[in-house]
């Protein structure tokens, strides 16, 4: 097939994006297709192609740190320059396929979805409404509670001037605390903080009160952490994430040996079931159809019940993200599961 990824973009997880673009690219390369390679959002879109089998594609490290967006607008006007006419339009309408390599904003949020689906482009992954459902957390979790699947307590706070008193609720939570505090809507972790004490809480709300970021406040939880990948409705192996640090943050998610991820998880059968369960159930309940893929986060309480976290609608697909290390414990090697994310998207 024809196939143009999209990766990069506008989003703090642009650096993590355009390494799941080569990984896909190696993969789609390796099982005969023919590949373009995008990032929407930079000066010159086009990366690489097109490409044939038996062409070389350049891998890309994720830095320690997200990127800095201080740019963020101007790559969003160049991303929407792209996606909406010119060379690259041309270059996605001409695709048999385009493959969603986008991590977070636009990319994960709807945005790209939505014009894809006007300019008639078939696509991989879930459909704009589904990803906007998924994309901010406080909404989604109110839908998974709604649908049995168990979410913490949590209180959505948009920190205004400077010395503005904290909300009550939310100064009630960290007050019985610790908490967690990250925004309502982004990705791979980025600016997810543990809080001990009103004053940290501070701090936090410093740091996003410029850019008008609404934050997600919810009890910290103690227990082991889990993550469980769905495809096509079929849930992989469960991974336990061995943190050593308070939480998964960026840092931890994607430099080597930061983290310890056992796949698959060293729990008992029926715990095992039980956390697919919930991953394929919280997939539904957002609208995630047969035709789709998801990956489901989970935490323990202090009393063994898993809560999820989040529903993420485009997982990493770096070398080292967790959704292909649990497709190969599954028996499906990287481009096996690249390819069954193509056959999806085509049955659809």
Known sequence: MRIVILSGGESTERD????????VARALLERRHEVVLI???AAEPVLAGPLRPGDAVDAVAVGKEP???????????????????????DLLRDAELVFLALHGGWGEDGHVQALLEMAGVRFTGAGSAVCAAAWHKGRAQAVLGAAGVPVVDRVLWRPGASGEAVPQDVRRLVEAGPVVAKPVADGS???VHRVDSLSQLDQV???????GTELLVEPFLPGREFTVGVVGGQALPVIEIELTTPVFDYTAKYQPEAVNEVCPAQIPADFTSRLQH???RAHRALGFGDDTYSRADFRNDAAGTPMCLEVNALPGL????????AAARA???YPELVQRIVDLAVRS
């Open 16 to 23: 993590v994006s355009l390494a799941s673009g080569r990984s």
């Open 331 to 333: 028996g499906w090697d």
């Open 39 to 41: 990032d929407p959002a």
């Open 318 to 325: 770096t070398a080292t993200s967790l959704l292909p290390k």
């Open 189 to 191: 972790s980025v600016s």
């Open 205 to 211: 709300a410093a740091e996003v009160r410029a850019g």
């Open 67 to 89: 990127p800095s967006l201080s740019d963020q607008q101007r790559l969003r006007e160049r991303m929407h320059a792209a996606l909406t006419g010119g060379p690259v339009l």
């Open 278 to 280: 919930l991953a394929v």
